[in-house]
């Protein structure tokens, strides 16, 4: 599933990154949900992605969670770590670094400070695919960056055979349509989020890299295997289920929300960096009443092993 | 299928308007397009929606279409009428005189003018539904109305119980996705775009109604029972090969170019009222080649019957 | 000031359109209102705006509202009544049947359902220019319609001699600096709200269509006086008291609350047409408290004349 | 003008870095510019903001431009540096940094690639003013963080001592004017760019930070005088000269064209750091002709001292 030269598909979780109090890594914690996450059927990991915080970390740290995830999981799950950097300088000297630390491939944001046209993100996602050693993956996520990566950039990219997929996060069934229609078959195609794996799936995704993934692993996979199998019925009664604990874990509650809902399931969460906010008592109440609604929690039993 | 009782179901065509080149209506098209629909496997149709040129028929007009497509096709196919006017009152009227002139049930945008708070959409669902003869479908229709109707209100609106489904042009698969979650279950989610209908389908919808369709039925009604039966390999097909005829005559051609490809298939098509533009002859070229590269005609036999 | 050879300048009241609790139009209402407003400071008055709920009037009611207006003020306020309707040629009825009506001149909105190219959008003002006894003014209006005309559609349509300036409320001072810069001598640039009359003139504007001249007509001429004086200690203390006024009547409280505080000065307010909603008792209270902490009725003797 | 317990008022240059062709700082063309912008009428400089290609430098490198500035230019100019960086930490660390390095006001990016509520974004404001060695300056600029900082938010920060203004780019003329009538007298507020910088002082500005003021000090003070001594045609007049040239090396050619435009006019431009690319010729042909039609460059003899 992992090897480079493999095309990636299945379920992906955009893991967050354990903190102690003072604001430092939590290796040990790190440590412990990677252990378990080995034991569930998650087919990778993505590491300083958003739910990461990557804004916060530095290469130093990226490089830190990668090397001990590649001692914890490495050759169990497919180890992504996200890569973007401001400049194209920095993000190449970021892509050497990642690939000694032990990544399998790299997560690549595309430049938003200043909203430059298609051919600028051509440029950067080709410069870095020039001179990373590991595969490249882009990461289409508006509604952080304000930019949203055009079909035409993500067809251009995936000419580059280093340029091997997409987590797209949009939204935009007609854009993950076209993708999957017009990239080579090599390119995988990743939905950005459980809300709406399924219909990812439908429009010619070939798996997703989705918060919910992170508690709720098998879930996902059930309903991966379940469209593959054309069990359509299942499918569809899962995607219900998962749709309002995703959405509860992303949109509503952010990363507090999910470092706590790790926290009730016995798992590292821990404090975020600020700017971030702790989540409130009320919200936290909330989140956790929708997650023992969905009655998920049945299907996850790696958990307590 | 149509009775109003029934919750509605499969696959609904939101027709184009013929018009004479003087601008009135044109009649005898009108009914060559109804006795062809009639013989394809549409479940229903959509007159004076956003295909329609809902903005340019009088309610007179509206009427008039509607007492030939009974004539034609009652019976046959389910007949959904536009019904919104600006105001309360118009719209109140309008639903009277739709109910008499044969409609089925009546379709209804939100107000968009004033971008009101959700409880002004609410109050004017639930007071035209409350006077209307006949069941309401919601429309949302964003990009045209620039207001995208909340969870909350479809939810408010659906407890209603003449109020018996929404057509959702959005492309929002969270909103889809609650909304089918949360709607009670005579209520009808369709999707609003062949562009993504399987996409739909999976988040809960039971239906779409959707402007491929009018060319284009059978393919339709080929992915709904592709995805009814698990044959999902199928549906997937089906939906890579219906995504870009469906972009290509709603986003980006419009109506202009709705009504040329009608006229390329032998159908009515003719000019849309001003100050909507023709379609250019290069722009149609390509609209041809992206229909013809689809293959789907092969589907499509009823068309020369 | 009025005579349609000249260059319109000044202070225009986009003004609300009287309705008695029926829905019918408030006849002597509407009179009593335009001898008070007569009796003001004002340039002009523009019916059938979006103050005048212009969406909910027939051409009749468009019509008879402007009969009168020339009946109770003909000669002393220039006239401007809303002409747009969804189709080019209800629109070309509308000029005809405004202009033996008595209307000065018409406001058009752009098309805005089936948001067009440029090119349409040029051709509609074009087109309805070309046929209408009466000048024509564009009016831009974003937040209602979606659509923002673009600085070369400005510009194309000011080319013709019968398209006389525009009403322009988008706030985009980029937008409007430039319209003033490329336009003709003769097109009237006017700023679309109180909340930044200085701002506009500023940017080369030669006047305004403001809600909060309806009530304030004094205190904006006072701001233009001293602007066009240089006394912009004046200028800029006066659009510091009319900013929260403005806002108040417009963003946050809607025509509702523009009718209210209507009837709390004496004028003739009434209800709005459905499905726009009264306003709460709580809201009302908060308009009155804004509107009394300006400070600004000390100007606006005219009312109790 | 630029000691710490002075409001800040006037025109603010936020300047380019310039690097050499193998991306390292260019000290020497920095010490030239800084030469010649003291000999200007400008009233300060921002390091390290938009301009600045604040995302692309590191501490290290802002403190050592704020070093050089302080040998070239300190007691002449104000020196505000930019401080963001994506976490509270490293912004609280900034600020001792850059404190040390020279600067005498910092400028503060909200945070925005989590798009947090109004209590994160006043949470990170006072943080940071909290333990920042020197008065902070508010930095709204939406078009690229994709977040516009509240009216409520700015009032919030405001009332921190430490918190001295916002240069805000947003182009709300409303936002604007309520931030001036609502902060303390104590709180410079600054328009961010020279497209409508007459437009903010009528609106309660006291300055701006502009672009264009990096080539045209001079026309900006003299607009700026303009309004203060009352001479509003002319002010009027320099705006519409200003307009052009502002839009031109700002949204329509970014930091590219401004780095041309430098170098065209003898001072050091050079080469962005990538992902930026390079402005074609075309582009810098239309760019200079702008330029040169504007007229500006007769008010500007200070470049040749």
């Known amino acids: 599933m992992f090897a480079v030269a493999e095309k990636l598909c299945g379920v992906f979780a955009p893991v967050p990154t354990p903190f102690n109090s003072d604001g430092s890594l939590d290796e040990s914690g790190w440590r412990k949900n990677l252990r378990l996450w080995s034991a569930s059927p998650l087919d990778g990991i993505v590491i300083a992605g958003s739910n990461g915080e990557l804004p916060f970390l530095s290469l130093d740290e990226r490089a830190r969670l990668t090397e001990i995830a590649r001692e914890e ?62 595969p490249v993956f882009l990461y289409n996520m508006p509604a952080n960056t304000g930019v949203d990566i055009s079909v035409g950039v993500i067809c ?85 289920r998962l749709l309002p604990v995703s959405d509860a874990i992303t949109r509503r509650f952010g990363i507090p929300g999910l470092k706590a809902a790790l926290e009730a399931r016995g798992m590292t969460g821990g404090p975020c960096r600020r700017p971030l906010l702790p989540i409130s008592e009320a919200d936290k109440a909330e989140l956790l009443g929708i997650i023992n609604a969905s009655g998920l929690d049945e299907y996850e039993q790696w958990r307590s092993r």
């Open 73 to 134: 999981a490495g050759g169990r799950l497919h180890i992504m770590t996200g890569a973007h950097f401001p400049s194209t300088a920095d993000t190449k000297a970021a892509a050497r670094r990642l690939a000694e630390a032990g990544a399998d491939s790299l997560l690549l944001l595309p430049p938003h400070y200043y909203k430059g046209k298609d051919e600028m993100l051509a440029a950067y996602f080709t410069d870095v695919a020039d001179s990373s050693p590991l």
């Open 156 to 240: 251009a990219a995936a000419r580059h055979e280093n340029v091997r997929g997409i987590k797209d996060t949009s939204g935009d069934m007609t854009k993950l349509g076209y993708t999957a229609l017009r990239t080579p078959e090599r390119f995988s195609v990743f939905g950005g989020t459980g809300n709406w794996f399924l219909a990812a799936l439908s429009m010619g995704a070939c798996g997703g890299t989705m918060a919910v993934s992170i508690l709720f692993p098998r879930s996902c996979r059930m309903l991966y295997e379940a469209f593959m199998g054309g069990r359509m019925e299942e499918a569809v009664a899962l995607q219900k």
